[in-house]
């Protein structure tokens, strides 16, 4: 069941637990959980409900959708540079820790990667969920640092003419990549270009290759 | 705020989201308290019980504690710092 794959080695994956932690830290929560259900502020219901959105439904295809109609649609790109959470909107998403988004475009020049060195602020409504590597402390630190050998590490190799910005989110701003669009799905529908758009490359350590 | 919530996951289905998720998703969550661990904040935020830059801020200490003095060794990872941050920001809450 926690079984992952990637398409590449990815440096920044978190040890997993003995089993001893894992089962002292479910006993804590269980704990807690009861404590909260005999007060009546939250329900089972509510949580299983949280839980699924967060898992399913604000996922990373909530961003490739943003970027997807960014790549057809020149008007709403403008939109989403200009003020990106209104552009956002406009897509139906919004919501918790996304109202202040800015969307920042990967060209030809310039590279664009997010991270957040305090803790790990994200862009949820867009992105779902932060991959755990994204929270580590060695990416956290690297990147600011040597931006080109993590993106190296990420299989991402820019040539030197390539000017790299990172961008360090915080409570108030959250950060989208708009990644470039791949030669050759100039073609393609914007429902098919969704499909092809990974959340790395909204974040910035990978570019969308094309299908 | 919850009907925003349901109106966004009637999006989802609308363009088929078994087709979409996943695709460059690792699972989110490793182990089964993380995942409840999490939704507990976020539930508890939506009641009200706390704004989420309140929790954010525990989230941000609670992670440089773990960190200390070697940062490449935290004593304990994001999601039992995250589990620390609740039950510090409930204690003052519900006290």
Redesign the interface.
Known sequence: ????S?DHPNPYH?S??DEAT?KA??E???K??AL?LE?G??SKE??EK?????????????G??VVARAWVDADFKQRLLADATAAIAE???????GEHMVAKENTADIHNVVVCT????YPW?VL??P??WY?S??YR?KIVIEPREVLAEFGTTLSDDVEVRVWDSS?EIRYLVIPEQPEGTENLSE?EL??II????MIGVTKVNAP | ?KE??I???E???M?G?A???????????????E??????A??????G?FE??EF?SE??SA?KDA?GED??H?SR????SW?VS??SL?EKK?D
């Open positions: 069941m926690t079984t992952h990637h978190e997993e637990r894992n830290m479910t804590r929560v269980d807690m959980e909260l007060k502020l939250v509510g949580i949280l839980a699924d959105i967060y898992e399913n439904d604000l996922g990373p295809m909530n490739a959708k897509l139906g998403f919004g919501g918790l820790q305090l803790c790990s602020c409504p779902g969920l991959p755990s929270k402390f060695a630190s409570a429902g969704a499909e990974e959340r790395d490359s | 705020m925003e919530r109106a966004k996951s999006i989802a289905e363009n989201s087709a979409l998720p996943r695709k460059s998703g690792e699972m989110v969550f490793h182990d089964a308290w995942r409840k661990s999490f939704t507990l976020v539930s508890l935020s939506e009641q019980l989420w830059h954010q989230l941000i992670i960190e940062p490449d935290p990872g994001y999601f039992e589990q609740l039950e409930l519900l």
